[in-house]
Structure formats: C-alpha cells, structure tokens
C-alpha cells in the first residue's frame, strides 16, 4: 500500500496562523487615530483656504460620546454654504456637515502624476 500525498491541504494550519499575525499588524497600523482638535478660528481660516483655492478637503468629524472610535474622513470638495452647515461633494455623493461637528480639518494637496 503507499502513501497517498494530501499536497498542500496538511500545511493549511501553519499558514492560518501567519496569516492571522500579519492581519493583525495590518489592522494596528492601519487603525483610525484621533487628530488634534482645532479651534473654531483655524478651521474657518482652512475653509475660506478652501473655497478660494477650490481644493479639496480631509475632516474628521467630532466623536458623538467619549469612548467613540473615529469615523472615516470626510475628503472632497466645498459645493455650498447655508449658515452653519456645509455641503462637501465627495465621491459618495453629496455630505452635509454642520459647522460644529468639525474636529480637524486640512487642505489636501493634489499631487501632480508628472514630474
């Protein structure tokens, strides 16, 4: 009688391990972080940045309760101004932000793909 050869499939627990390893450093390193909070008067100097350069922008939105994790940025561009809400147009569509719910906020560069 011989030995018939699983192949691959007797390897299957060692890589699963590894695996789970390395998902775990990716997710550490990739983990949203809190940014430094603004204050009113900086923020509203990177909007009026912002509306007359027409560049995009990157906000972190304000936690609702204190052991919150951040939500994804908000990145697009300024389409319009009604008193204290702010309509961003990103690539989701249409983001109302009130003015308030702002945590930080900075002006994204464009990179050029040439050089």
Partial sequence: MTYQDR??????GFFLSEHNEQMDQL???TKLKWREAMSSECIESVLSAAI???SSLVIQKKPLNADAFPEP???GRISGVDGDIIFIQSTSGVISLSFSSILNIEERKIEKWYK
């Fill in 73 to 75: 940025d908000v990145i």
């Fill in 7 to 12: 192949g691959i499939k007797k390897w299957q």
């Fill in 52 to 54: 007359t350069h027409q």
């Fill in 27 to 29: 997710q550490a390193s």
